[in-house]
């Protein structure tokens, strides 16, 4: 079975400034991809940065990049010169074997103007 | 490139009724999930296609749920009768086969079960 724990339910960060997400997984599989998606009050999710498990060099998207720890299963969210529209409920997604997808709970992320 | 399609966006029923929901996925993507996300939690897989059979189908009340895709392309999902705890979006998503297995998400349906 594969789990994924996002232990912070909410987070606020002041617009401009940098703000992380955390997540920790485990599988049993050698080979998946981590993911965190980003769902806006209107529902639709979408993808924020993908994270192949194979490589040791952090995925980065304009102004979100992670940390990926492997030996730890540690796979956080840095979002740097934070805006309004980032507001949104951000969920850390595992894809292992047979592309199974278990999602986190969520982290719902507030930007203060 | 469309996205993910899904109808109705918006659906109340009352209990012991029965509800379908429909799903267009992204032409050429050959996998097909669908999810419940009850409110304040992440989606749960309940069925996972693979062009027109069944990968996982392991979190799906087969009592009172069923899905099918008949011709590999797009696919519904029925509840029958409802309870008051299917109350939840009904999220859709796709992906193609191989590549970086990122899912593509439509915008979901709202089922209220009164």
């Known amino acids: 079975a594969q789990t994924v724990t996002q232990s912070q339910p909410e987070m606020s960060v002041q617009e401009a400034e940098t703000v992380t997400l955390s997540c920790t997984y485990d599988t049993s599989e050698s080979d998946y991809y981590l993911f965190w998606y980003k769902q806006p009050p209107s529902r639709q999710m979408i993808l924020v940065i993908r994270?192949?498990?194979?490589?040791?060099q952090n995925a980065t998207e304009n102004r979100f990049s992670v940390n990926f720890q492997k030996a730890a299963k540690s796979f956080s969210l840095k979002i740097s010169d934070s805006q309004l529209g980032d507001a949104a409920m951000y969920f850390c997604a595992l894809s292992g074997g047979y592309q199974k997808v278990t999602f986190g709970i969520g982290t719902k992320l507030q930007v203060i103007p | 490139e469309a996205g993910v399609a899904q109808s109705p966006r918006y659906k109340i029923i009352e209990k012991r009724q029965s509800v379908a929901f429909w799903c267009n996925p992204i032409?050429?993507?050959?996998?097909l999930y669908w999810y419940q996300q009850i409110l304040g939690q992440g989606p749960k897989l309940l069925i996972q296609f693979q062009n027109n059979g069944v990968v996982d189908d392991s979190q799906l009340p087969k009592d009172r749920f069923s899905a099918e895709r008949l011709k590999g392309v797009d696919s519904t999902l029925k509840i029958q009768p409802a309870k008051l705890e299917d109350s939840a979006v009904y999220l859709c998503?796709?992906?193609?086969?191989?590549?970086?297995?990122?899912?593509?998400f439509g915008p979901g349906t709202r089922l209220t079960v009164l």
């Open positions: 032409s050429g993507h050959a996998t």
């Open positions: 994270q192949e498990a194979y490589k040791q």
């Open positions: 998503a796709s992906r193609t086969t191989g590549g970086t297995d990122t899912q593509y």
